[in-house]
């Protein structure tokens, strides 16, 4: 016999390997599962950033309302003598008793003036103020776009003359003109200076066009805005029989849209110029059949103007940018507005015969049409290639690249769906009691599905709501009072 010697730690280390590839294969696993974990985190992440920084871009568009929760406040009451300071929320131009005139700036939250600045001394040709429908020829404006937020306004531009209208039909022919530029800051003045005639402006990139009228042209010339040193000037001639240059109610105005200035008056003439002062179009209405006036889409910048064809049916005429009549598009129907547009549908253009129609503005085919669907003003939203449409009585959504219907909303019984509104979360819809009768509401619906979010009462004694600025406005018709919601 022979002793032999068992080491008992082999087969713990036997046992013990197993175990460690089982704990090392573990950890890989869980390391795994924690790096997809955390991946998922991170692209969640970022779906979350992008979303909330596409929301932020839809909320700076022109025209969309504040975020609206479950409840309508009274921010504040309105008299009617102030009701003119809500419906030019920056401020306005004030004539007093003695023809003097001022601009005061306000907040639109609290309707509190936040200062006010001398434009005009005592003028007598226009004392009484603006009493019995008279009016003035000095107009401000905020250096912002027809439809950006006041927020983004830096300066206020003002026109000021001692021109003006007093009832009975008493012209005052303006003597004076000069231009002031205030500071919204605190009102202080960053220029005034005297153009060597006046009538109306636009704003342009650090320059201020002024058009005015002689007997027998209009005149337009660009200044800068601070220095008043002069640009180019243009002058067209006018289209005024002998005997009538002087009549009282000849006017022309000028509108930047874009690149571009589009310039309209009583002589049946519409011009439109480039910002460095050419001749892009000049139309003469006469020569349009059953020419019916420009139309200016704020969101893209589109000029177009409406006449009828050989048939007697409304067409659209979409200008050229470069002014080139052969480059126009002639569409069929009357132009549809879109009030609040995300441009997730390039090129989209719409018009209204009968139904709803659709076309590219490059190559003016039709895209779609939708047969019953009709539309009118600017009662439409783009938001992520869909449409939503105030169509008759009901409130429509579109698939915007085909023209299908995705759902409606019916009126409620005797409630109007008065429009279509959005602050970016929902899609916002004014239930108003015309008659009287029913319980009016704000209604928020899903923008993707159409269900019913949540909807908030009017305030006690309010029939209707009207959009101010980027909330909403309502009158209490007891009181006599306009109702400021937030």
């Known amino acids: 016999?022979?002793?032999?010697?068992?080491?008992?730690?082999?087969?713990?280390?036997?046992?013990?390997?197993?175990?460690?590839?089982?704990?090392?294969?573990?950890?890989?696993?869980?390391?795994?599962?924690?790096?997809?974990?955390?991946?998922?985190?991170?692209?969640?992440?970022?779906?979350?950033?992008?979303?909330?920084?596409?929301?932020?871009?839809?909320?700076?568009?022109?025209?969309?309302?504040?975020?609206?929760?479950?409840?309508?406040?009274?921010?504040?009451?309105?008299?009617?003598?102030?009701?003119?300071?809500?419906?030019?929320?920056?401020?306005?131009?004030?004539?007093?008793?003695?023809?003097?005139?001022?601009?005061?700036?306000?907040?639109?939250?609290?309707?509190?003036?936040?200062?006010?600045?001398?434009?005009?001394?005592?003028?007598?040709?226009?004392?009484?103020?603006?009493?019995?429908?008279?009016?003035?020829?000095?107009?401000?404006?905020?250096?912002?776009?027809?439809?950006?937020?006041?927020?983004?306004?830096?300066?206020?531009?003002?026109?000021?003359?001692?021109?003006?209208?007093?009832?009975?039909?008493?012209?005052?022919?303006?003597?004076?003109?000069?231009?002031?530029?205030?500071?919204?800051?605190?009102?202080?003045?960053?220029?005034?200076?005297?153009?060597?005639?006046?009538?109306?402006?636009?704003?342009?990139?650090?320059?201020?066009?002024?058009?005015?009228?002689?007997?027998?042209?209009?005149?337009?010339?660009?200044?800068?805005?601070?220095?008043?040193?002069?640009?180019?000037?243009?002058?067209?001639?006018?289209?005024?029989?002998?005997?009538?240059?002087?009549?009282?109610?000849?006017?022309?105005?000028?509108?930047?849209?874009?690149?571009?200035?589009?310039l309209q008056g009583t002589d049946s003439r519409e011009t439109l110029l480039s910002l460095d002062g050419q001749l892009l179009r000049d139309v003469s209405t006469d020569d349009v059949p059953d020419f019916q006036g420009w139309n200016i889409d704020w969101t893209s910048s589109r000029v177009s103007f409406a006449s009828t064809d050989a048939d007697?049916?409304?067409?659209?005429?979409?200008?050229?940018?470069?002014?080139?009549?052969?480059?126009?598009?002639v569409l069929a129907g009357a132009a549809v507005d879109v009030g609040i547009d995300d441009g997730s549908l390039p090129g989209l253009v719409l018009t209204m015969q009968g139904h709803l129609l659709a076309w590219d503005d490059e190559t003016g085919e039709q895209r779609w049409k939708a047969d019953d669907v009709m539309v009118s003003a600017t009662d439409v939203i783009v938001r992520r290639a869909r449409l939503y449409v105030l169509s008759g009585d009901d409130v429509v959504a579109l698939d915007g690249r085909t023209g299908e219907r995705l759902w409606s909303i019916e009126k409620e019984g005797s409630l109007t769906n008065a429009d279509v509104l959005t602050d970016g979360r929902h899609l916002l819809v004014p239930h108003d009691a015309m008659d009287g009768r029913g319980t009016p509401a704000l209604v928020a619906y899903d923008l993707v599905t159409g269900h019913e979010a949540f909807r908030v009462p009017y305030p006690a004694g309010s029939m209707q709501v009207m959009v101010q600025d980027r909330g909403f406005l309502a009158y209490d018709a007891a009181a006599d009072e306009y109702l400021v919601l937030g």
Request: glycine share 10%; hydrophobic share 40%; charged share 25%.
């Open 1 to 262: 016999m022979r002793a032999v010697d068992v080491d008992d730690r082999q087969d713990e280390d036997a046992q013990a390997e197993p175990r460690a590839h089982r704990a090392r294969r573990w950890l890989v696993v869980g390391t795994v599962v924690a790096l997809v974990g955390a991946a998922l985190v991170v692209g969640q992440s970022v779906v979350d950033s992008r979303e909330r920084a596409a929301l932020a871009a839809f909320d700076a568009l022109p025209g969309v309302l504040d975020p609206v929760d479950e409840q309508l406040h009274v921010v504040r009451r309105v008299a009617q003598e102030d009701l003119r300071m809500l419906w030019t929320p920056s401020g306005g131009v004030v004539t007093a008793d003695d023809g003097s005139q001022a601009y005061t700036w306000t907040d639109p939250d609290s309707g509190r003036d936040l200062w006010t600045a001398s434009l005009l001394g005592p003028t007598p040709a226009l004392a009484g103020g603006e009493e019995d429908g008279g009016y003035d020829d000095t107009t401000c404006l905020p250096d912002i776009g027809p439809m950006e937020d006041r927020a983004n306004a830096t300066r206020v531009v003002c026109l000021v003359t001692d021109g003006g209208m007093r009832p009975p039909e008493t012209k005052s022919e303006a003597t004076t003109s000069k231009v002031m530029v205030l500071d919204v800051t605190d009102g202080s003045v960053l220029a005034d200076w005297a153009p060597p005639a006046a009538g109306s402006f636009a704003l342009v990139p650090d320059g201020i066009v002024i058009a005015s009228l002689t007997d027998r042209a209009v005149n337009v010339t660009i200044y800068d805005l601070l220095t008043g040193d002069k640009g180019w000037t243009l002058i067209r001639g006018r289209d005024v029989a002998e005997g009538e240059s002087d009549r009282p109610w000849d006017f022309v105005g000028v509108t930047a849209v874009g690149d571009r200035l589009l």
């Open 312 to 329: 007697g049916l409304e067409t659209t005429t979409i200008v050229s940018p470069d002014g080139v009549p052969a480059h126009d598009l």
